[in-house]
């Protein structure tokens, strides 16, 4: 009896360390989501400053993929995400109705500003976004898209519309399929006009002589929201972190991050998530 405990306490201290272990990285494959988001809430450095916030309160780990709002909302429909942080509050709607996620949650706004050479050739300059499109286009002066469906693109697409152009087609119009950063540099190389969130902008540092034309119509609100991904679409969504997430974010605390993002002085998103 004594020589079968000593051959099987070693084997039975294995089995506890072995399923200890296990455990542990269950838990530690919990302790992480992936996010889909705009490339602006990423490149405008927004981020770097509350990731960190939320995991110091909560111990998970959100692993951002930063592309475009529809490509952002793809993923979400092809459950490839947990969560979305995204920027098209139609789009946002249309993925709840066709139950790929129960709830958008409002949690954030800035605004669009145009922004073109100082020297404004197509005298764009003003307050409203259709009027200086209308020149733009009537000037065939360089104007960059991001051309990649995303949440920007989606807007600068609805200010053509209400400028009367259903498809910019004039030939100095480039769509360059990038993200806001890239498309901003492209302008600022090109001297071109280009349509940016905000926040985007006041991080952008490769600015040449670029300068905001356009800001201040109503029309240029920037709506940001958060989705989790419906399980029921996607059994793998992680639904208990990913909500832990949006309910941190919507938060008194998670909104206070927010708010206390700021460059140069400069709030770059104002918190306003509902009830």
Request: charged share 20%.
């Given at each position: 009896m004594t020589m079968v405990r000593l051959v099987f306490k070693p084997f039975s201290a294995l089995v506890l360390v072995l399923a200890g272990l296990t455990a542990t990285a269950a838990m530690a494959q919990a302790s992480s989501i992936v996010m889909a988001s705009t490339t602006s809430t990423e490149q405008s450095g927004l981020f770097g400053h509350l990731l960190p916030e939320f995991k110091k309160a909560t111990g998970i780990d959100v692993k951002v993929v930063a592309v475009g709002t529809g490509q952002a909302i793809d993923m979400g429909r092809r459950g490839d995400a947990d969560v979305l942080f995204v920027h098209d509050p139609a789009a946002e709607e249309k993925l709840v109705a066709e139950g790929f996620s129960l709830r958008r949650y409002p949690v954030m706004y800035n605004d669009f500003v145009l922004v073109?050479?100082?020297?404004?050739?197509?005298?764009?300059?003003?307050?409203?976004?259709?009027?200086?499109?209308?020149?733009?286009?009537?000037?065939?002066?360089?104007?960059?898209?991001?051309?990649?469906?995303?949440?920007?693109?989606?807007?600068?697409?609805?200010?053509?519309?209400?400028?009367?152009?259903?498809?910019?087609?004039?030939?100095?119009?480039?769509?360059?399929?990038?993200?806001?950063?890239?498309?901003?540099?492209?302008?600022?190389?090109?001297?071109?006009?280009?349509?940016?969130?905000?926040?985007?902008?006041l991080a952008f540092k490769n600015r040449a002589d670029l300068a905001v034309l356009v800001e201040g119509d109503k029309r240029l609100f920037n709506q940001y929201g958060v989705l989790v991904v419906n399980p029921a679409k996607h059994p793998q969504t992680k639904v208990p972190e990913a909500q832990q997430f949006v309910d941190w974010v919507t938060s008194p605390a998670g909104q206070g991050v927010i708010a206390r993002y700021k460059i140069s002085g400069q709030q770059l998103f104002f918190p306003n998530a509902g009830p």
């Open positions: 073109g050479p100082a020297a404004d050739p197509a005298k764009a300059k003003g307050k409203d976004i259709a009027e200086a499109l209308r020149k733009v286009g009537a000037a065939n002066a360089g104007f960059v898209s991001r051309g990649d469906k995303s949440g920007t693109h989606a807007a600068e697409l609805r200010y053509w519309k209400t400028a009367g152009l259903e498809s910019p087609a004039f030939s100095a119009y480039k769509a360059c399929g990038c993200g806001m950063g890239p498309a901003l540099n492209m302008a600022a190389s090109l001297g071109a006009y280009v349509l940016a969130d905000r926040g985007t902008w």
